[in-house]
């Protein structure tokens, strides 16, 4: 078998270097294409010259330089800059893995959803901020969507090859964050420090705080909404602290689809570098004897407002789900900065959405430039409504 | 779209008359063409008057008259007979649902296979003591065998269109029964009252005795190993006291797919009728939050001694399995009808298994007729050592 031509955007983050730790387990099989990143000039280069890459692009042009050294008598192209992160995403290959962090992943997933071919999507404001526009072009261009995250991935493998009229519901577990059984009085004082520590994943900072507010399940639905054939109302969140059991699919003669594994980002990176069939990976194995036990409760909507505040965003539609994501990684920061409560975050990002409610209806979300456009006046928006509340 | 025409064989038993209640729900999307019976005429007729069958047929002869007088008028042919259920499951159908219980569900379960159509299988038989024959017959004649139990059910929907090379191994789960947590000398003592009584699943008295002695996830491995692409190593048990999830695929990528569901045998039932689609099926929805909490352990192989017995008899091959299932058959009667402890069941199979080792390597199981003999022999055995030990 011909070996497959993959491209990592965002080969630096975390995403990015498991799946090129996946990748070099099993070489022969695998060709690398082009690799970027945004600052990592220094492990950018360690990369692309362990994995004999063709093409290797920092975002950053400041450190062109510095890569095209590293590079030299390597045979490894270097390019620099924003044309030349969509350049790399337009290369031909046969899969790439879109792991660039926020809303600069943007324009490069859609080149590569422009090939028409496999795209692991671990980008969040593809679809969060642009989810209707960026499935337009997958539709369009014949691409193949495999989402890289643990729920969505859980997802799509318990759709299979199900007929959309016979899925009842979709089903996100979540861990309820370190949180859960806090009631409102002690969530009010919760610490950055406290917040940064997850029960059950190690990730980074916004993605951890995200966890602790529930607002990466808001996200997730959000994600999903775009991602499978089902309307918001079909659309679930399960409290399952144990993160094991990733996402239910119910169906409509009472069987219900689940796709379990231990907390590691390999498996659903694996499955993007495989779909539609599978490759090994050395995850840890799943053993329920071990485990023993899984719990299941409803989310809290009172304690934990952010599932609320995406869902309706989501019944909004148009540039509401972009204020929701931009509000909320201000309020984020501002929270990590000491500036705002641990609730205020959900409640900057329910006020961003109140002050905007009537002009969303009509803000022009058909192009990336204009949402790019929501998005910097939400997160000024939210910085003014910050100021005014601290 | 044209209707489905669909032969129930066993109509009158549980899972037969699951089937026609499922089926009357959307009667325009079914035909019923031939329904049969081992010995409940009236319900039998009154069924197919009912379904409008085409054909209705009595395994029992002395029954005849009596179908045929209730059936008079009703433009539904009646049959009685052990080649009347043959020809039965032979008459063209687009799935056939091979309810009948016992070794008399052999010849028409292969008669229906010879179809090249959809199987559902429900009768454990065909697969336990005939399952290289059965399977073999599945090839040859291009049929889509179904399995119309929980756990292969939910095997078979957990493995989707999986590469085979992909699976790491298949797991049943298993309530553990009413005496999981009993230790040894209770177990001595257990009373066939107290089996009767099973904790999730309202069944046969057979089958409710088999699910205390796990006997019945034993049987289960024997077909699990036929009807999926794995080897015997590959299977495995897991205790679920609360049989929500009926079985688990794992995979060489750490993803483990299960299949969870209330218990109510509509469900494998809709998936046997729609396959490879799914039909709406009238059974509760599963509600996790409310279930709150699943448990997992590790099968008690020397309290339960019957899996290891049958996992035993499936390396061995040749006609061990069949002796297993016709000894298990015999002591399971012995036990309800007060003759052999609780222990004993298990001891009797072992018994019979030792005693025909050397023999079972040779027996001819290349013919329903010699599996059929091995079947009756391993019966006298059992009786034997039992009236032995008694």
Not at 184 to 197: G, Y
Not at 214 to 219: E, Q, T, V, Y
Not at 241 to 268: F, K, N, W
Not at 361 to 372: E, H, M, Y
């Amino acid at each position: 078998m011909a070996a497959q031509r993959v491209s990592v955007l965002g080969a630096t983050g975390s995403v990015g270097t498991s799946t090129l730790d996946l990748i070099q387990r099993t070489p022969d099989a695998f060709e690398i294409i082009a690799l970027t990143a945004q600052t990592s000039v220094d492990k950018l280069a360690d990369t692309a010259i362990a994995t004999r890459a063709k093409l290797a692009v920092i975002g950053d042009p400041a450190h062109y330089g510095h890569l095209k050294e590293r590079l030299a008598g390597t045979g490894i192209e270097a390019a620099a800059g924003a044309e030349a992160l969509v350049a790399a995403a337009r290369v031909p290959a046969d899969c790439v893995v879109a792991a660039m962090m926020g809303a600069a992943g943007l324009k490069p997933a859609l080149a590569a959803v422009g090939q028409g071919r496999r795209v692991g999507l671990a980008n969040k404001e593809c679809l969060v901020t642009a989810g209707a526009l960026f499935m337009a072009e997958v539709k369009r261009c014949g691409a193949e969507l495999v989402p890289v995250d643990s729920e969505h991935s859980a997802v799509l493998q318990a759709l299979g090859s199900a007929e959309p009229a016979t899925i009842e519901r979709i089903v996100l577990t979540a861990s309820g964050g370190p949180f859960r059984t806090w009631d409102a009085a002690r969530l009010a004082s919760v610490t950055p420090a406290q917040a940064l520590k997850h029960p059950n994943w190690v990730m980074g900072r916004k993605i951890t705080i995200d966890s602790a507010t529930m607002m990466n399940k808001g996200l997730e639905l959000i994600e999903a909404f775009h991602l499978f054939p089902v309307t918001a109302d079909q659309l679930g969140v399960l409290v399952h602290p144990q993160s094991i059991i990733h996402a239910l699919v119910e169906y409509c003669d009472g069987s219900v689809m689940a796709q379990l594994a231990s907390p590691d980002m390999r498996t659903p990176i694996a499955l993007a570098l495989s779909w539609p069939g599978r490759m090994q990976a050395p995850t840890a194995r799943l053993d329920l004897a071990k485990i023993a036990t899984l719990t299941f409760e409803a989310p809290d909507r009172e304690r934990f407002p952010a599932i609320a505040l995406a869902e309706a965003a989501l019944v909004s539609g148009g540039g509401a789900t972009a204020v929701l994501n931009a509000a909320n990684e201000v309020a984020v920061e501002a929270f990590l900065a000491g500036q705002i409560g641990f609730l205020d975050i959900a409640g900057t990002v329910s006020r961003c959405l109140d002050k905007l409610d009537g002009d969303l209806k009509c803000s022009d979300t058909t192009s990336v430039d204009a949402i790019l456009a929501v998005d910097s006046r939400a997160r000024r928006l939210a910085r003014d409504v910050i100021a005014m509340n601290g």
